[in-house]
């Protein structure tokens, strides 16, 4: 537990790294929990740098909070690195993390020393069915906060039973049913107006991507998005679906650790136990 002044105490996982290794801060996607976005990655990645990891204000174990914003989310990143005497560090994100970390690392530039960026873009909205959806979120979310609690949290066991988590394990869906359901809400509402494309380029650490194809939470050509806005970026690439951080985590952790590389989290003697999959590699 970590007292993080005026806000209160935050469950934190922390893995030591090796001597003067730095320090890899994991931030994880919508929905979820550190704990489930990152579980097999906290001890291969410990073996190359330190690792921090917390829960998103209302996910999981987070922080309450009366209204989900990304702001509050970096300013959370910063407190938790002020708190464990973190200088500097690098944001590691996944999903609707990789907006948080580009948010963190316009917001405190000085101590984001680089940005891997997986399975996400520099926005949310997309086309077609895909736009119009992501538009009904603020509408659903101001109507939620009009409903009694207990209506949100069945609106909210119903999805996660039949909707979000309905084939996953049941330490998933535990997972899942910790959240906040008006602050999943919120969240999906800072998805929908999140843009970082006027600005990415302007972001002085080394940026790498780790591309999910197939995906179908954030579709190939947002991801494309991302790559085409930060001229110079490594991209690594693997085929496999939202899921595949957990799911196919060999395939995930080749891609990575190549990322890690690239912004100067190199691995350390004795390797990684995962062998790097047939990664496409490109600027």
């Not at 829960?55 to 909070?65: K, M, V």
């Not at 998005?225 to 930060?230: D, G, I, K, M, P």
């Amino acid at each position: 537990m970590v007292e993080l002044c005026e806000r209160g105490e935050l469950f934190v996982r922390r893995a030591p790294g090796p001597p003067g290794s730095p320090t890899v801060v994991l931030l994880h996607g919508w929905t979820v929990t550190a704990d489930l976005n990152w579980y097999p990655a906290f001890e291969p990645l410990s073996r190359r740098a330190s690792v921090v990891a917390f829960d998103h204000r209302g996910h999981g174990r987070g922080l309450p909070t009366r209204r989900f914003r990304f702001a509050d989310c970096v300013d959370d990143v910063l407190a938790v690195a002020d708190a464990l005497d973190i200088d500097r560090f690098v944001c590691v994100g996944y999903s609707m993390g990789g907006a948080v970390a580009q948010l963190t690392a316009r917001s405190a530039p000085e101590r984001v020393a680089g940005l891997v960026l997986g399975a996400t873009s520099s926005t949310f909205r997309g086309r077609g069915l895909r736009a119009v959806r992501f538009s009904l979120l603020p509408v659903v979310a101001a109507a939620s906060r009009l409903a009694p609690v207990k209506i949100r949290y069945w609106g909210w066991e119903h999805a996660v039973f039949n909707i979000i988590g309905a084939d996953i394990s049941r330490w998933a869906q535990t997972e899942v049913l910790k959240a906040d359901p008006q602050a999943m809400l919120d969240a999906g509402t800072e998805l929908f107006n999140f843009d970082s494309s006027p600005w990415i380029a302007e972001l002085p650490m080394p940026i790498s991507q780790v591309r999910t194809l197939g995906d179908k939470a954030v579709p190939d050509y947002l991801q494309q998005e991302l790559a085409e806005a930060v001229p110079g970026i490594d991209v690594y690439a693997y085929r496999g679906d939202h899921a595949s951080v957990v799911t196919d985590f060999a395939a995930f952790w080749g891609c990575l650790g190549q990322a890690l590389d690239s912004v100067g989290v190199p691995a350390r003697a004795g390797g990684s136990p995962y062998d790097p999959p047939m990664a496409e590699a490109g600027r």
